[in-house]
């Protein structure tokens, strides 16, 4: 991590976490998913200046306001995490702030930059792999989710995440052919 990169995190104790890997690293709090108008243009203006990385938690209010930061379309990249790597002991809470270091180093080392405007893979694309409306799409979806260390998600999310991410067709296919064999 350098001094160039801020990561966007959703609340103090995530900072405070990740502070304790990257003590020199500067965050971002939203303060939860009611981020501010002001708080989505500090992100923004900051993603001009220097890499802003979004490390939010593995869950639907991480998800909501990760949707959010990227409607300002700044340039980003995305760190994520499983939920299982991010549950507390008693697994009832989900957040970065319960992840072990080596996961979260891990993580921030998988990064997924963020293209915007690059359409390259339609519905029905993801239809013929059985990435949807298939018995068995679901369970396809998440090994392939897993595998580009993207969140596991609906038909229409997944879709956007791969135009997003500038995932092509070749890559989906290396990953479905991995699994069937």
Not at 12 to 31: A, F, G
Not at 41 to 56: G, H, Q, R
């Amino acid at each position: 991590m350098s001094y160039q990169q801020v990561i966007v995190v959703e609340g103090y104790h995530d900072e405070q976490k990740i502070k304790s890997v990257y003590p020199d690293i500067e965050c971002i709090v939203t303060n939860g998913s009611e981020i501010s108008r002001e708080t989505l243009n500090l992100i923004y203006e900051t993603s001009l200046l220097k890499e802003v990385i979004l490390f939010l938690d593995p869950d639907y209010p991480g998800k909501r306001i990760t949707q959010k930061i990227m409607e300002t379309q700044g340039k980003f990249k995305i760190a994520y995490i499983d939920k299982e790597k991010a549950l507390n002991n008693s697994k009832t809470k989900v957040g970065i702030e319960h992840a072990k270091n080596k996961d979260i180093i891990e993580a921030l080392e998988r990064l997924l930059t963020i293209e915007y405007n690059l359409k390259t893979v339609v519905r029905k694309d993801i239809y013929v792999r059985n990435l949807i409306d298939n018995t068995n799409s679901k369970e396809l979806r998440k090994f392939v989710c897993q595998k580009l260390n993207i969140p596991f998600c609906n038909g229409k999310t997944f879709l956007k995440y791969l135009n997003l991410l500038s995932i092509d067709l070749e890559r989906i296919d290396q990953i479905i052919n991995e699994k069937q064999s």
